[in-house]
Nanobody
Framework: QVQLVESGGGLVQPGGSLRLSCAASGIIFSINTMGWYRQAPGKQRELVAAITSGGSTNYADSVKGRFTISRDNAKNTVYLQMNSLKSEDTAVYYC?????????????WGQGTQVTVSS
């Protein structure tokens, strides 16, 4: 059974930093694509950043240059380092994974962690 457990959310002032972690189990972590999504109140869930098994990354335009996604295959963990946080980054952040080798994509989600950027 796939489990994704996020941690690291919280309240931070504008300009501050947070690092989110997502520990995965029940998957072959090294081959899965890992990602972070977020959903703000009244808005659709959106992709923030993703990283493939080979280390290729992609980011939403709104976070480029401020956020960095990384993975540690030995720890089955993906991270999202968030710097220069803005109020518009406030959202629930969800960890996501899927196996790109499967013909029919199946997405798995964590429970989410709240990030609030406010003074």
């Amino acid at each position: 059974q796939v489990q994704l457990v996020e941690s690291g959310g919280g309240l931070v002032q504008p300009g501050g930093s947070l690092r989110l972690s997502c520990a995965a189990s029940g998957i072959i972590f090294s081959i899965n694509t890992m990602g972070w999504y977020r959903q703000a109140p009244g808005k659709q869930r959106e992709l923030v950043a993703a990283i493939t098994s080979g280390g290729s990354t992609n980011y939403a335009d709104s976070v480029k240059g401020r956020f960095t996604i990384s993975r540690d295959n030995a720890k089955n963990t993906v991270y999202l380092q968030m710097n220069s946080l803005k109020s518009e980054d406030t959202a629930v952040y969800y960890c996501n994974t899927f196996n790109p080798r499967e013909r029919a994509r199946r997405d798995y989600w964590g429970q989410g962690t709240q990030v609030t950027v406010s003074s």
